[in-house]
């Protein structure tokens, strides 16, 4: 399919979504947010046998940024129920990132404002290059963040760091994104963390996809519940797992002192 504000492109097993309206910093319109919706859920659909992709990069159009945010124009117009069904639609792409079968790296460059940090929340990890800026300064337009942040920016900060950068509304610099555990990595070059990122996702796949898969299930579930709650569902998972392809594989290589062959199975 074809988009006019994302381009995606896969190369050796490894999908790319670039968020491309470069003149608005690729600022999140509602046109955005219903191609992205339509681009991931199709995604979804076709890659359950990993058909695709093996893993996913989200990134931004040029150098300058990754995103700066929802479209702040669009907002101008918007009636308060218009409103909340942008946010809910912006909610559901960032549930999308977090329920596909492969690992999604958002890959970071100049500005992640407001609805850009909250996309980048809700990939598995986050890389940046040096320019890369992160913040929720939606309160300095009179607004809050839509997009998730107000949940996740603390369960990934604490909630009292994530409250003095939401209420300041503040830049947040790449180095303190890493020293608080925002973003993992940081590169010189765009094009070095994409090629990283990619070399990264390759590798990663040599593992089990199926166990990566579980895994990021149970982590993302565990999100949501208590301690007690999770460990339950990691039990069950753990379960389950034994009657995977993947894991019979894995463990007899291991015996046979071999190199796995995983199917994802
Ligand atoms: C619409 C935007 C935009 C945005 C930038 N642009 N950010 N358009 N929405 N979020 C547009 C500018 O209007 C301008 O277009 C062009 O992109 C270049 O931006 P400049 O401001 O000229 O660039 P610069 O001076 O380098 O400043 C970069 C910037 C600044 C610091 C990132 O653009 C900025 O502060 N942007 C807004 C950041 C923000 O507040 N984001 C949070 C939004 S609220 P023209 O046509 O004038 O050249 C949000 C809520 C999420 O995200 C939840 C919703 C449910």
Redesign the pocket.
Known sequence: TNYETLLFEVENEIGVITVNRP???N??SEQVHSELNALLKEFKNLNKDYSIAKGLILTGAED??FI????????TTMTAEQ?ES??RL?QENTLLFESLNVPVIACVNG?A????C?MAMSCDFIYGTKTAVFGQ??V??G?I???G?TQRLSKLVGRNRAKEITYSGRNVGVEEAKEIGLVVAIFETKDEMLESAKTYLSKMMRNSPHAILEAKRVMNEGNDLTISEGLNVEAKAFGAIFNSDDMKEGTKAFVEKRKPVFTGK
């Open positions: 003149k608005a910093l600022a999140l300058k940024a700066a945010g929802a479209d702040i124009k669009g907002m409103a942008f946010a912006g500005y404002l407001g609805g850009g909250e300064p939606e300095k337009l607004l963040p839509g997009f942040g």
